[in-house]
């Protein structure tokens, strides 16, 4: 069974950082074609925050780029989020998400962290 399990929200004041984790069991870290972070903010629908695929390619939604980091540790089947320079618009709950190709598309996801910035 795969889970993903994501860590490090908080609180924070606005300019400040937080990292996030996202561990994974249940599959080799290898077999997952592409890890990402959403967040959804009250009253929003989901949005997408950044991508690292399997062979360690990154992308960014334009809102967090140059300010948030994505990174993997395939050693520790564990993806990362560097957050820097937050913004009270970047209050959400971050959601990490796992895409396995396999015949078909799998998604799986986090239950959810929840990152608090305040003015």
């Known amino acids: 069974q795969v889970q993903l399990v994501e860590s490090g929200g908080g609180l924070v004041q606005a300019g400040g950082s937080l990292r996030l984790s996202c561990a994974t069991s249940g599959i080799d870290i290898f077999s997952i074609n592409a890890m990402g972070w959403y967040r959804q903010a009250p009253g929003k629908r989901r949005e997408w925050v950044a991508t690292?695929?399997?062979?360690?390619?990154?992308d960014y939604a334009a809102s967090v780029k140059g300010r948030f980091t994505i990174s993997r540790d395939n050693a520790k089947n564990t993806v990362y989020l560097q957050m820097n320079s937050l913004k009270p618009e970047d209050t959400a709950v971050y959601y990490c998400n796992a895409v396995v190709i396999a015949g078909r598309e799998f998604n799986f996801w986090g239950q959810g962290t929840q990152v608090t910035v305040s003015s």
């Open positions: 690292i695929t399997s062979g360690g390619s990154t």
